[in-house]
Nanobody, 114 residues
Framework: QVQLVESGGGLVQPGGSLRLSCTAS????????MGWYRQAPGKQRELVAT??????NYADSVKGRFTISTDNAKNTVYLQMDSLKPEDTAVYYC?????????WGQGTQVTVSS
């Protein structure tokens, strides 16, 4: 059974930082295209960042502030979020995608507010 478990969300003030983690079981993350997505209330889910064999891609809204990385030994993908803004408030989901399969985590809430 495949599971992606996110952690690290919470409440943070504007300008603060959080690091999200997504640990997989049942699959080897290095064999998948990994991504972080987010969904704010009333909005569609949107891509935040992806990583595949070390190559990264970011949404324009987070470039220079967020960093996606992996630790293959821990089968985990991270999203380091710095200089957070209120508009970053959303539920963040990790995704593992191959040609044949796609998996989602349950999501972790990030709230940026003073």
């Amino acid at each position: 059974q495949v599971q992606l478990v996110e952690s690290g969300g919470g409440l943070v003030q504007p300008g603060g930082s959080l690091r999200l983690s997504c640990t997989a079981s049942g699959i080897i993350l290095s064999l998948y295209n990994m991504g972080w997505y987010r969904q704010a209330p009333g909005k569609q889910r949107e891509l935040v960042a992806t990583i595949n064999r070390g190559s990264t891609n970011y949404a324009d809204s987070v470039k220079g502030r967020f960093t996606i990385s992996t630790d293959n030994a821990k089968n985990t993908v991270y999203l380091q979020m710095d200089s957070l803004k209120p508009e970053d408030t959303a539920v963040y989901y990790c995704n593992a995608q191959s040609i044949q399969h796609g998996y989602w985590g349950q999501g972790t809430q990030v709230t940026v507010s003073s």
